[in-house]
């Protein structure tokens, strides 16, 4: 009697602690030259170097799985990836040495990749899932006893909750000032958090190369007794690491970290009472901004892993609410970011990447809430997806119609000490680099300068860019609007 063994995934299995224990090993030495190479100094050639030295400790742990044609192809791809990043060390070179770092191991460690679609399927969850990989498996060296199993239940919750609060402390003040006091003094002295999290970044990263898996989907036809039976996954990835318990755990210490954040946000922020005697305001919003968007990030992943359709938790009456009531501290701590923004704005003026960043944290919150509805309406992720993508489609066509120079020269100008008597005064400078939008503005600028003759100079040239840009090759409707604007303020003068 025959039948079909369809879509068999060779994905987590199984491993010897022995082995386990040797890759994790080298993994913490591969994540300490890295911290010689790169914490502090500049980095360059010490790029190379490491590469170089990731491609041996992969060569040395995988070696049973490669293919000497293949490998020597390999060998021939980094070295040549490694050429532009010894020459000079910019964005490019980096982007090229990363695709010959990974493409050299497809080639040498998976022999079944032999179409371009499979390879950029391999490599697209090689570098999605693999940084994620390193602490289910290393955790796999222990035996899941009593004692283990209640520690493994602790343990994703624990190294999360950590996350957040290193987080929160990048972000708020008071919060680094009380975890500060929490620590021993010997411990401040040789341990800091932004080196704790770069180690744990670098053995995330470094981890899929040492020990080496990739995703396969075989059919294999055969007879019933010969069909051979997918390996379980290990106990502590399908039990402990993502099961309900760990999850709902999870939930529920990640709520109370983050009502304590969101307290302290409304009695400071909202509530705008009085700090401690050495923080400002200013520097209260300034901190905050971007390590919450991080935090929101970081919280919406850990919703659609644990939340994922089919999974253990989706249908439980307990950790439903509980994401809803995250969710929405989520959206709080977006809102807050977004308060704290415009509060440093009206210090500090408008820029570019201040507008982005609005921008960037209304997505945020909006794809936040439509996590909230994949789960409520019990939808894919397909269509999760597909949501975003029509959001960030209309966001960056509505941002394309809209004329930021302009706006950000006539913000700067009219929350200036010279309009408003009190903040900043206006960086003429940066209006310069906006271009001849900013004429409007710069014109007010110059009539409380009166004896800037640099500034003047300056603002004939942009005038000189301005009557280019009015030739046909060049017109724009936004630059004939200009120009109309211009005319009627030059009308207007004589008669003021």
């Known amino acids: ?21 040797a890759k994790l090993g080298l ?26 030295a990731t491609a041996c400790g992969s060569m040395l742990f995988n070696h049973a799985a ?14 040549a990836g490694l050429v532009p990043a010894t020459e000079e060390l910019n964005t490019l070179s980096f982007l090229i040495l990363t695709a010959a770092l990974l493409m050299a191991l497809l080639l040498a460690t998976n022999p079944e ?14 570098a999605l899932l693999g940084p994620f990989r390193v ?36 972000a708020n003040p008071l919060i680094e000032q009380w975890v500060s006091l929490l620590n021993p003094k010997i411990i401040l002295d040789y341990v800091s958090i932004p080196r704790v999290l770069f180690w744990t970044m670098m053995l995330a990263l ?31 990835v399908s039990a402990e690491f993502l099961g309900p318990s760990t999850i709902l755990r999870s939930l529920i210490l990640f709520n109370l970290l983050f009502a304590a954040q969101s307290i302290l946000d409304g009695i400071y922020l909202w509530g ?6 050495n923080l400002t305001y200013a520097a209260y919003a300034h901190r905050g901004a971007y390590p919450l968007i991080a935090t929101a990030l970081l919280a919406a992943a850990f919703v659609l892993v644990a939340m994922r359709p089919g999974g253990p938790a989706e249908k439980s009456k307990i950790i439903r609410p509980l994401v809803y009531l995250w969710v929405g501290q989520n959206v709080l701590l977006v809102a807050s970011s977004i308060l704290r923004l415009d509060l440093y704005v009206d210090i ?27 789960i409520v309406l019990d939808r894919s992720n397909q269509w999760l997806v597909g949501a975003n993508l029509i959001a960030l489609t209309i966001a960056l066509y509505g941002c394309s119609l809209v004329n930021f120079d302009a706006f950000i020269a006539d913000y700067n100008l009219s929350h200036s000490n010279e309009m408003s008597g009190k903040g900043l005064s206006v960086d003429a400078n940066y209006l310069l680099t906006l271009g001849p939008q900013a004429l409007p503005a710069l014109d007010k600028v110059i009539a409380h300068r009166p004896g800037d003759n640099c500034l003047v100079s300056r603002r004939d040239r942009l005038v000189e860019v301005q009557r280019q840009d009015l030739a046909w090759r060049s017109w724009s409707f936004r630059n004939w609007r200009l120009q109309r604007r211009l005319d009627a303020l030059a009308k207007a003068q004589p008669a003021g």
């Open 1 to 21: 009697m025959t039948s079909l063994a369809s879509t068999i995934a060779a994905d987590l299995q199984p491993i010897r602690p022995s082995s386990i224990s």
């Open 27 to 52: 993994a913490l030495a591969l994540a300490a030259l890295a911290d010689w190479l790169f914490y502090g100094p500049r980095i360059g050639l010490s790029l190379t170097l490491f590469a170089i």
């Open 66 to 79: 490669l293919d000497p044609r293949r490998a020597k192809i390999g060998a021939a791809i980094l070295v």
């Open 113 to 126: 990749t032999t179409g371009l679609a499979d390879r950029a399927r391999a490599l697209r969850n090689f």
């Open 135 to 170: 602490f289910p498996e290393a955790l796999q060296i222990f035996n899941m006893s009593a004692l283990t199993r209640s520690i493994a239940l602790w343990l994703l919750p624990a190294a999360l909750g950590t996350v957040f609060v290193a987080l929160f402390a990048a």
């Open 206 to 236: 470094v981890w899929p190369f040492i020990h080496v898996r990739w995703r396969r989907r075989k059919v294999v036809t055969t007879t019933d007794a010969d069909v051979p039976v997918p390996p379980p996954l290990p106990p502590f």
């Open 272 to 277: 705008h009472v009085a700090l401690p005697t």
């Open 348 to 374: 500090y003026m408008l820029t570019y990447w201040r507008i982005a960043a609005f921008i960037w944290m209304g997505l945020v919150a909006l794809g936040l809430t439509l996590i909230v509805a994949r």
